[in-house]
């Protein structure tokens, strides 16, 4: 399963995120084979806001294992909430002509639920 990880920085977390980075940066190169991709949303000024993620887990307890072990996490100093959501990923696309076949499928979906017309009297 996917799961997208939204980590709200708390807004004194500056000296806490500048103290942990490298350890945070490494944490990530350990694990960069369950992360697909990841980055803060930027804020004023282009200062973070939130670190995003978006990882391959086993369940949702794998997904919550790996934030929490995650430096800026374990520190408690770092991060005002978490979010963990279960994501599908459309693109890029794991298989050519996936999105095609979402787009008839949706279309088939939206048919199905049409009610015919009907003539007129």
Not at 10 to 25: E, I, K, P
Not at 73 to 82: K, L, M, N, P
């Amino acid at each position: 399963m996917h799961f997208a990880i939204f980590c709200r920085l708390r807004s004194d977390s500056q000296a806490a995120r500048v103290a942990l980075r490298l350890s945070h940066l490494e944490y990530i190169r350990d694990h960069r084979e369950q992360i697909l991709f990841g980055g803060p949303t930027l804020g004023p000024e282009d200062s973070p806001e939130t670190m995003v993620i978006v990882i391959k887990a086993d369940g949702l307890s794998g997904a919550e294992q790996l934030i929490a072990a995650e430096p800026y996490t374990a520190s408690q100093a770092v991060f005002e909430s978490i979010e963990i959501r279960p994501w599908v990923q459309i693109l890029p696309e794991l298989t050519a002509g996936a999105l095609a076949q979402q787009i008839a499928g949706e279309r088939a979906r939206i048919s199905a639920c049409e009610e015919p017309k009907s003539a007129p009297p």
